[in-house]
C-alpha cells in the first residue's frame, strides 16, 4: 500500500477541516435565517367588527356582546351602535343597556359606543343629508369607519333591524365595496322573524344593493336555526355566577348591582321567560358572531337573492344578485366556546 507525502497527508487533512467547517457555518447560517424569519411572521389579521344591536330588547344581545368583547384574540371592535326595535323601550334604552355590557366587560371608555335610529328606514331616508337625523351618530361612524384603510373588509354584524346598515349604503354607497353585512335576522323560507318585521324596507334595500350579504337563520322551533342554540335558567345559573373580569359596579336593568357579567348574565335569566322543553331561552344573536368567528360552526350556502313582498319571501331564482344563508348551527361547540371565553376572557 502506497503511502502519501507527510505535506501531501496535511493538505488533505487541512482541506477537510476547511469543508466541514464551511458545512458547519452554512447550517447555522440557514437555522438562523429559519429562525428569523419565524420571529418576523406577522400573527393573523383580527378581524375589524362594528357591532349593531337592539341592546335592551331581550337577553341575548347582552350575550353576543360580551361574546364579542371577549375574544379580543379574534376581534378588532371598532365600535358599538344601538338601535330601537319594538321591545325595549327607546334608543336611550338600547344605549343603557350596552353600556352597562361594556362597563361589565370592562370596555368602556375604550370602544366607542353610538346612538342609532329610534324609526325605521322609510320614515328617516328623506334626511339623510340634513346636519343631524335619527340615528346619524350611528350612521355617520359606520360610514367613516367603513372608508378607513385596512387590508380586510369591515364586518358590519347587526342583530337587531338593519336601519342603520341600510342608511350607512344609502348615504355613502362606495361602502359597499368595504363591508361584508353579516345579520342575524329571518326564517327564511318562512315569513315573520322580529328583526326583519322591524324594518321591512331596510332589508329590501340590502337585498338590493351589492353589498356582500348574509343571513343569520332564527327559524323559530326549528333545529336548522339559531333558535337550536339554547340554554336553561339552571344552566346559567351553575355556570356563570362570577365570570368576567371584576369591574366597576353597575346598576342592572331590573335593578341590583352587578360587577361583573357573570352574575349579570343570571340575573337576566331570571327575569325572562322560558320556553319550550325543557324550559329555555336562545341565544340567537351570539350564534351569528360564533359563525364569524369560526365558520365550521354552521353551513352556509350562497343563493339568488329573494325579496320581501306583503311580508311574504318571493325567490327570484335568475337573480344574478346573491347572498349567502346561515344554517345548521353546531350548538355544542358554540356554546363550549361561549362558556369558555366567559371563563377566561381575551383581555
Known sequence: MRMLPKSNNRSVINLLFCLSLFIILTAC???????????????????PVIFDTDANNELDDQHALAYLLFSEKVFDVRGITVNATFNGGDIEQQYDEAERVMKLCMVDGKIPLFNGSNDDFESIRGSIYDSIYDGSDAVEFIITESRMPRDQKLILLPVGKLTNIALALLKAPD?????????????????????LINDIPAMNYILETD??????????????????????????????????????TVTGRHGGSFNNFGDYSVDLFRHATMHGTPPSRALFDMVSVAVVKKPSWGTKKEIPAPIMRDSSWVDQPNNPRKISIWENFNKQAILDDFFGQMKQPDL
Open 211 to 248: 353589498v356582500p350579504f348574509e343571513m343569520v337563520m332564527v327559524r323559530y322551533g326549528k333545529s336548522t336555526g339559531s333558535d337550536a342554540v339554547r340554554v336553561t335558567r339552571e344552566e346559567m345559573e351553575q355556570r356563570m355566577p362570577g365570570l368576567g373580569p371584576n369591574s366597576m
Open 29 to 47: 447560517t440557514g437555522n438562523d435565517e429559519d429562525t428569523q424569519q419565524d420571529d418576523t411572521l406577522e400573527p393573523p389579521s383580527l378581524m
Open 175 to 195: 361602502i359597499a365595496d368595504m363591508v361584508r353585512v353579516v345579520w342575524l335576522g329571518s326564517n327564511y323560507p318562512d315569513p315573520g322573524e322580529y328583526n
